[in-house]
C-alpha cells in the first residue's frame, strides 16, 4: 500500500486491546458479532485478538478471519510479540482470511528493556529484523510497534524503524503505550520519525494510543497533521486503563472538521472526499453492541456515542436549534445513525420482523438463539407496549450470546418491604446439571439474591459494581443490571435486562459468573508479559 492512500486507515483494537479493559472478556460469538458489525462499520483493518494467549484466542481470531474478512473486506490482524511462537500461531489463525495481515511488537524505551525485558538496546535491534523477517515470510503483510515508542529515545527508534522496515515491515506503528504524551510531543515524534528516517517512504505511520490523561484524540489528530495515516483506535474507547483513542471521535473529528484536515492531505479545503471510509451512519449501532456485549456501559456525557451527545436541555439551547440547528450542533444525530424514530415492534409483530430488526441491529442469530430472542421478546410485549431498539438490544445481548453458560438462572422470589427482612428463595443448575436451591436474608432485595447465588455457585469473588438503569423512559421500561465481580485481581462483569430489576440482577450475577468460570478453565497470556523466548 502507498504510504500516503490520501484518507487515513482505520485500524480498530476493539477486541484486542479492547478486550484487555478490566471485565470486557467476549466469548467467540460475541465477538464474531462485534467483527461483523465493524465490517459493516467499513474499517480497514481489524485486530481480532492475540492467538498465542490461549486456545478460545486463536479460535476468534480464526473464526473471524473464516467469516468476516472478504477481499473487499477488512484486513484481519492478529497480535504477536516479536517471538517466533507468537508469530507462528498468529499466522495459523488468520490464514483463512484473503486479507491478512500480522502485527508483531517490542518495546523500545529503555524502561521497558531494563525492567520488564531485561534486554539491551543492542538484542532489541537483533530481535526486530529477525523476527519481521519470520512474519514476513508467514504473511505479506506485516506491521511492526515500537512499544512505549513515546517514551523511547528518537535517535533508536529511527535506529528500529529503518530496521523493521528493511526486514519487510509496511506498516510502522508507534504507540503511546502508557498515554504520556501530549499533542504538539506526538506531532513533533512523527515528524521527526518522518524526517529521520531514510526508508519510511516504504511503510506507513500509524499511532496508537492511550487515554490515560485524555489526550489519546487529541494526540492522534496531531499525528494525522504529521504524515501518520493509520489511526489504532476502539469503539467506545474501549482498552487497558482508562481505555484507547476512541474510534468514533477521531473519525467524527476528520469528518467535521475535513476542511480544516484536507490540506493536511495535500487536498484542497473544499474537497469533499470523505478522510476515513467509515459509514459514519453505523457509528451507534456499534457504540451499542460493543456496549452491550462487553457490559462496558457508554457514559452519559460521552463524545458522539453518549446518550446525552445530542441532548439540548437549557431553555436557550433548544430555542436555538429549532430556529437552526447549527447555532449549537456541529453533528446531525443521524449523520451517526441515530434516528427519531425509535418505537419499532410490538406485541403484534412476528418473528421474521424481530429477526430483520435484530439483523439490522448487528445481531445475527442461529434459529435457536433466535427462538430463544423471539419468546423473550413475546413476554416482553405482554408486558410493555412498545419494543424500541434498544429493548431488542438490552434482550438479546446477555442471553442470545452466552452458548457456553455454566450456570443457569431457574427461579428467583423475593419478599422484602418496609415491615419484612429481605428474603431471597433462588433456584439453580450447576455447572454439573444438577438443580440447587438456596434462601438467604439480605439489607435489600438484590443483596439477598446475590447472597442466595453465592452460597449455591461456591465462586468466591468480591462484588464490587452493581449498577442499574431503565433502557427508555416509561414505567413499565426494562431495568438493565450490571454487575461486576472480581476474583484474584481479575475482573468480570454481567449485565442482564428485565421488567423486574430483582430478576435482571439474578440474570447479570450468573452471566458475571459464567464468565469468571470460563475464564479460570481457559487462562490466557497477556499480550504484553514478558516473552519466554525470541529465537526462530
Ligand atoms: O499499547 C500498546 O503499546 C499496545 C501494543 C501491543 C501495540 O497495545
Ligand atoms: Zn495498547
Redesign the pocket.
Known amino acids: 500500500m502507498a504510504k500516503d492512500p490520501g484518507r487515513v486507515l482505520i485500524f480498530d483494537t476493539t477486541l484486542r486491546?479492547g478486550e484487555q479493559s478490566p471485565g470486557a472478556s467476549l466469548n467467540l460469538e460475541e465477538k464474531l458479532a462485534i467483527a461483523q458489525q465493524l465490517a459493516r462499520l467499513g474499517v480497514d483493518i481489524i485486530e481480532a485478538g492475540f492467538p498465542f494467549a490461549s486456545q478460545g484466542d486463536f479460535k476468534a481470531v480464526q473464526r473471524i478471519a473464516e467469516q468476516v474478512g472478504g477481499v473487499d473486506g477488512p484486513i484481519i490482524c492478529g497480535l504477536a510479540r516479536a517471538s517466533s511462537a507468537d508469530i507462528k500461531a498468529c499466522a495459523e489463525a488468520i490464514s483463512p482470511a484473503p486479507c491478512k495481515r500480522i502485527h508483531t511488537f517490542i518495546a523500545t524505551s529503555d524502561i521497558h528493556l531494563e525492567h520488564k525485558l531485561r534486554k539491551t538496546r543492542g538484542d532489541v535491534l537483533k530481535i526486530v529484523p529477525e523476527m519481521v523477517h519470520y512474519a514476513k515470510s508467514l504473511c505479506d503483510d506485516v506491521e511492526f510497534s515500537c512499544e512505549d515508542a513515546a517514551r523511547s529515545e528518537p535517535e533508536f527508534l529511527y535506529q528500529v524503524i529503518e530496521s523493521a522496515i528493511k526486514a519487510g515491515a509496511g506498516t510502522i506503528n508507534i504507540?503511546d503505550?502508557v498515554g504520556y504524551t501530549t499533542p504538539a510531543e506526538f506531532g513533533e515524534l512523527i515528524l521527526g520519525i518522518n524526517k529521520n528516517v531514510p526508508n519510511i517512504d516504504e511503510a506507513i505511520l500509524s499511532v496508537?494510543g492511550?487515554n490515560d490523561l485524555g489526550l489519546a484524540v487529541a494526540n492522534f489528530l496531531e499525528a494525522v497533521k504529521n504524515g501518520a495515516r493509520q489511526l489504532e483506535c476502539t469503539i467506545n474507547g474501549i482498552?487497558?486503563r482508562a481505555g484507547?483513542a476512541a474510534l468514533e471521535e477521531l473519525v467524527m473529528a476528520l469528518h467535521v472538521r475535513r476542511r480544516y484536515f484536507n490540506p493536511y492531505f495535500g487536498k484542497k479545503s473544499e474537497s469533499p472526499t470523505p478522510l476515513t471510509a467509515i459509514r459514519t451512519e453505523e457509528i451507534t449501532k456499534t457504540s451499542r453492541l460493543v456496549s452491550n456485549l462487553t457490559g462496558m456501559i457508554v457514559q452519559p456525557n460521552k463524545a458522539i456515542v453518549g446518550a446525552n451527545a445530542f441532548a439540548h436541555e437549557s431553555g436557550i439551547h433548544q430555542d436555538g436549534v429549532l430556529k437552526n440547528r447549527l447555532t449549537y450542533e456541529i453533528v446531525d444525530a443521524k449523520t451517526v445513525g441515530l434516528s427519531d424514530n425509535r418505537i419499532s415492534l410490538g406485541k403484534l409483530s412476528g418473528r421474521s420482523a424481530v429477526r430483520a430488526r435484530l439483523e439490522d441491529l448487528g445481531y445475527d442469530l442461529t434459529r435457536e438463539d433466535l427462538n430463544d430472542a423471539f419468546a423473550r421478546f413475546k413476554d416482553l410485549a405482554d408486558r410493555k407496549r412498545e419494543i424500541t431498539d434498544r429493548d431488542l438490544e438490552a434482550i438479546v445481548s446477555e442471553q442470545a450470546m452466552q452458548p457456553d453458560s455454566r450456570f443457569q438462572l431457574h427461579l428467583v422470589q423475593v419478599s422484602c418491604g418496609n415491615a419484612l427482612k429481605p428474603t431471597a428463595t433462588v433456584t439453580i443448575t450447576d455447572q454439573d446439571g444438577c438443580e440447587k436451591t438456596a434462601v438467604a436474608l439480605g439489607t435489600g432485595p438484590v443483596d439477598a439474591v446475590c447472597k442466595a447465588l453465592r452460597d449455591l455457585t461456591c465462586e468466591p469473588n468480591d462484588l464490587i459494581e452493581f449498577s442499574v438503569k431503565s433502557v427508555t423512559e416509561g414505567i413499565d421500561a426494562l431495568g438493565e443490571v450490571t454487575i461486576r465481580l472480581r476474583r484474584d485481581g481479575k475482573i468480570f462483569s454481567g449485565h442482564s435486562a428485565d421488567t423486574d430489576v430483582v430478576v435482571a440482577a439474578a440474570q447479570a450475577y450468573i452471566n458475571a459468573l459464567n464468565r469468571l468460570v470460563s475464564s479460570v478453565k481457559n487462562s490466557s497470556i497477556h499480550p504484553q508479559d514478558d516473552v519466554v523466548e525470541a529465537k526462530i
Do not use: K, V
Request: proline content about 12%.
Open positions: 486491546d504507540p503505550t496508537h492511550h482498552g487497558e484507547n
